[in-house]
């Protein structure tokens, strides 16, 4: 009887089966895990221990190879150069990349990595908090404001386990600020199914680190935003530097990504409408900037930025902060509530007994009755609303939108003009005309109305003048008061004859009423150059009346002459301005 030796590649194909059915096999258990432990999770008093347990894992990757180090460059020999004095010959010798004839020292940020493995960002002056504005003191008084301002409205630091999440439910949170901890045991689905929706205010704010954009984090992190029904707004970046931990090129642990791996993502997200130019209540934007540079924390590796704290809280007044997958040795601070991940909660007594640690004076379990307590007396500084209050101060300090050249911040403009007459009574009427809706942003396809003011002297027997305010508050938060003034008999062009004449003064501030900044008089003729329109063709206020950015002329004839107007424009048709204010 003879046996049949199988060939190599029956072999190849017996094996690849093999670990085929092997690897559906391991994939399959992992998902029964996963599944009975979200089983667990539910249930009042969860089993911690059988949670704790590692899925089953499926075998590393074999690791690649390490390229090797760069070689060292010998240094170049400088030739000499006796022309130069002796300081610069002294920095000749003294600095490698030093330019006599442009008297700097260059520094090849590139070179430096290639021979050293130091990254670039290591030598951005100023990136650390306490040392970024020394040359701004106004910038740097505004934040020690907010931060002392924060630190006086804020609730005691409380904490729970991630296991009693839903015990938070019905309240609500302004910010919540997440660091999913990826693993074998912890997946994208399982992030998804946090009851985050329910906890999340509206208005409200999310923070979730994504990781390095080498993965599938920015994609899948955008989704998961989505599903919870929050827009992503934002992106803040952690810039890495490696000036304590630098060993040399070639040392660090190989990975599969295209480039050296030096930063990570946060993506911000939105939920209801928050706009910069009505709701400075709750939002100070342009506070902080969209990135951190961090050397990180030797001890955790995982740590993010503790500068996070202090960019959400520059921007976002809201005082009911939340933050999920929290560590005990550092996530725990004043105004916020942590939900900490699994096995962190056992940390915090011991950690409490250490006087170095950084657990804040006061920190206690998460109780519902005591902390819906501390917003409500927070609430009642904040004049009902749990904000941290803002200062006079602080208003004045924080950025604000710059205002576009020539556009005023109600949306209007300012021009004039002068008609002169020969007999009759005579009179005069100035004033900034404008008429808009203050602090509207463009996306909402408001129009502005401007009336150019005018200064008239007319012509006509009337001789009397008659000064009215009118009450008009049409749009909500403004009110607008009209000076009718100088009523005498005229023809505007395009008017029946005899029909009289008004002059009007409108103007006004945000917030407030309009106040008419001119004076009414006697005999006043003629109306001013009139321009209707804005910019947004979308739901214009005047589209279908007149064409945006309509001009019309008016002149008034007097009894015995003519008074007209000639008026300038200042920047007309240019849109509301979108005031921060």
Known sequence: MSVTTPSAAEVLNSAQNLLSSHAELINRVRESQRHNRRQLRTLPSPPLDLLKLPLISSPAPSPLPSPPSSPLLAPRPKPPRPDLPPAKRARLARYSNYVPEEETIRNDYSQRYVDGGEWSQNFVLGAEPERRFEEYPKQQRLLNLKKESVDTHAT????????????????????ILLDPPFSSSFS????QELPIPTLAADPS???MWVGSGAGEGLERGREVLAKWGYRRCED???????????????????????????????????KGTVRRSTDSWFVHCNVDTDVIIWEGDPADPTRKPPEMYTLIENFCLGTRRLEVFGRARSSLRRGWVTVLAEGEQERVPELTRDRASCIPDGTRPWEKDGWDEATKDLASIGGGKCVVPNTQEIETLRPKSPVRSGVMPGGGGVSGGVGMGVSGGVGVSTGAVRTGRPNIPQNQGQNQMMVSPMMGIGMGGMGMGVGMPV?????????????????GMGMPMGMPMGMPMIGMNMDGTAGAPFHSSGQGAMGQLGLGAMWMGGENPEGAVWEGAMGDGMMLNGMGMGNVGMGGMMGGMNQWNQGGYEGYQ
């Not at 296991?163 to 019905?170: A, T």
């Not at 008009?472 to 009209?482: D, I, L, R, Y």
């Open 236 to 270: 803040v970046v952690w810039v890495k530097t490696n000036v304590n931990s630098n060993r040399g090129p070639g040392t660090d642990p190989p990975t599969t990504s295209l480039l050296t791996r030096t930063k990570q993502h946060c993506l911000m997200g939105i």
């Open 471 to 487: 009450e008009m508050s049409g749009w909500p938060g403004m009110g607008m008061n009209m000076n009718m003034a100088g009523m």
């Open 156 to 175: 005691p630091s409380s904490y729970l386990p991630i296991q009693r999440l839903s015990l938070l439910h019905p309240n609500k949170f302004d910010v």
């Open 188 to 191: 994208w689905e399982e992030l």
């Open 205 to 207: 704010f999310i923070f």
